[in-house]
């Protein structure tokens, strides 16, 4: 998968189960056909109403549409058997297609509808802590200019003909998954709260069929000649105001212009500190919740995360209606999760250190109580083999690094009660292995468990991170890698959910 998305590899053997954990599944096995029969019938309910309003128009084109189904391009032979192949989600375009506020029955925007889709998108091939970081951004500018929010997929690789990808030789993974998938809220067509009243969000094959012209603002455009301004508020502002100036229903920006991007935003210390209030605050974050699939498969896996009389006393996640995410996504009390990137980081820590790159997005907030310092002896690019080793003890720790940084966050106030430890990790089997056995050393834990024990269903397995990410979110403390993405849009939710400062710790 891509370097920032983080995908763990699953046991080949069959997981042994407690009874309790063998009801809890059965339980949650019952709820999930439930679920998906409503879901179906819903979805059909909504195609169906469509067809019928749009007549004797069809829905989509077939260029809009989502792509008929696959086969694996050559030379390498499809797979066979059941689910032996990714899943292409195709229930989930089918439903964002049927949105009530997608009118296929109409050919132009209504008086009151005035769209923004950002084209430019820094992190595509990038991975998913990347493309969410700025997925969250692009909407948060679109609220702010008063336009509706045009929401594509997360993208690994756009050729239509080319539904499933073949990551690095290893593995075959889906070249586009539906945001909805893994997440629900404003930015994928959910309503907004009753408190602010803007259109919901539509999807992007609705745009290009609601809006075949379309006009294309440039950096040139919004920017003039000052340039790209150094925060992330400015940039909100610039381009809020342009679009407010637009008259064209049909807005986009340019393909090969992304408007926040590692350099200009995500990896400069301090950038998103001056909008940090008004954008958690707001309803992208606020009434962001993730998915069904993403929740029953918290459920199915809690006996990792909660103690026993939590799981008693706590109804499933999945069961609860939703009101804000801070409400729904409260602290596990006794529970850490420390985030360990492997795999593509035993090099990429290396380029960081040459880079003399510093911690990304909110990792960097100057209220965090962890701060990395760049080295200002060192030269960019001709790094010495010490700054390497810095570098690494914040970015690729050893074991022994690792157990003594969690011994010292346990012993600190905000770690009072911990007794469970869960590692959101992509390493490899036997290396999670020799870290648990260190961790144990530590302290006399209830449970050590790991991302290779969460039992994932073929279609979770391809958003597995989201899982983790929620874990994580909810940890009492959470210890996380301040240049990953994925660890800071966890940062992000646990920041903004309100949770202390001292609670959210960095290698």
């Known amino acids: 998968m891509p370097s920032a998305l983080t995908r763990y590899p699953r046991r080949s053997t069959f997981v042994t189960f407690s009874a309790s954990r063998c009801r809890i599944v059965t339980a ?22 469509v067809e019928e309003e749009r007549q004797p128009d069809p829905l989509p084109t077939a260029e809009e549409a989502p792509p008929p189904p696959p086969t694996l391009p050559e030379p390498t032979e499809p797979p066979s058997g059941l689910h032996s192949a990714p899943p292409l989600y195709s229930e989930y375009h089918w439903a964002e297609m049927a949105l009530p506020q997608h009118k296929w029955n109409e050919d132009v925007p209504r008086p009151e509808e005035k769209f923004f889709y950002a084209a430019g998108h820094a992190s595509q091939d990038q991975g998913w802590g990347n493309s969410l970081q700025e997925f969250l951004m692009h909407a948060y500018l679109t609220y702010k200019s008063g336009r509706i929010f045009v929401f594509d997929n997360y993208t690994w690789n756009d050729d239509p003909n080319m539904p499933y990808t073949n ?11 539906p945001w909805s998938v893994a997440m629900r809220g404003p930015i994928v067509g959910d309503p907004f709260p009753p408190s602010r009243n803007p259109l919901p969000a539509i999807n992007r094959v ?7 012209a379309k006009t294309t603002l440039y950096f040139g455009d919004v920017y003039g000649e000052d340039g790209i301004p150094p925060t992330a508020g400015e940039i909100v502002r610039a381009w809020a105001d342009k679009l407010r100036e637009v008259d064209d229903p049909c807005v986009q920006s340019w393909n090969y212009e992304g408007i926040f991007t590692h350099g200009s935003v995500f990896g400069k210390r301090g950038a998103l500190e001056d909008i940090w209030q008004d954008f958690s605050t707001s309803p992208i974050i606020t009434h962001f919740r993730w998915s069904p699939l993403i929740e029953i ?4 896996n809690r006996d990792l995360f909660l103690s026993s009389e939590a799981q008693i006393r706590e109804p499933f996640l999945s069961t609860i209606p939703f009101t804000t995410n801070a409400d729904r996504y409260t602290p596990i009390l006794g529970l850490m999760v420390i985030h360990l990137r492997r795999g593509d980081y035993s090099y990429h820590c290396d380029s960081l250190a040459h880079g003399l790159e510093d911690y990304v997005s909110v990792a960097s907030f100057s209220s965090m109580v962890d701060q990395f310092v760049v080295p200002t ?8 083999p010490a700054n390497v080793q810095y570098y690494k003890q914040h970015c690729y720790p050893t074991i022994g690094q690792i157990t003594k940084r969690v011994t010292d966050v346990l012993a600190t106030p905000a ?11 992509n390493g490899e089997l036997e290396w999670i292995h020799d870290l648990e056995d260190a961790l144990r050393e530590i302290t006399d ?8 024990d969460v039992t994932v269903s073929w279609e979770q397995k391809y958003v597995a991170q989201c899982i983790d990410s929620l874990v994580a979110q909810r940890a009492q403390v959470f210890i996380g890698n301040g240049f990953s993405t994925l660890t800071t849009t966890v940062a992000t ?15």
């Open 167 to 177: 990551y690095k030789g290893r593995s075959w993974i889906p070249s586009q998954i």
């Open 28 to 49: 949650l096995l019952v709820c999930t056909v439930s679920l998906s029969a409503w879901f179906l019938f819903w979805a059909g309910a909504s195609v169906e109403q």
């Open 445 to 452: 834990w209830e449970m050590i468990s790991s991302s290779r």
């Open 206 to 212: 609705y745009f290009n069929y609601i809006c075949p």
């Open 297 to 300: 498969g918290f459920d199915a």
């Open 415 to 425: 770690a009072r009660g911990i007794r469970k430890l869960f590692i959101m990790s």
């Open 493 to 507: 939710m646990r920041l903004a959910n309100g949770f202390p400062l001292s609670s959210t710790r960095f290698w």
């Open 377 to 384: 002896d060192e030269v960019k690019g001709e790094t010495s």
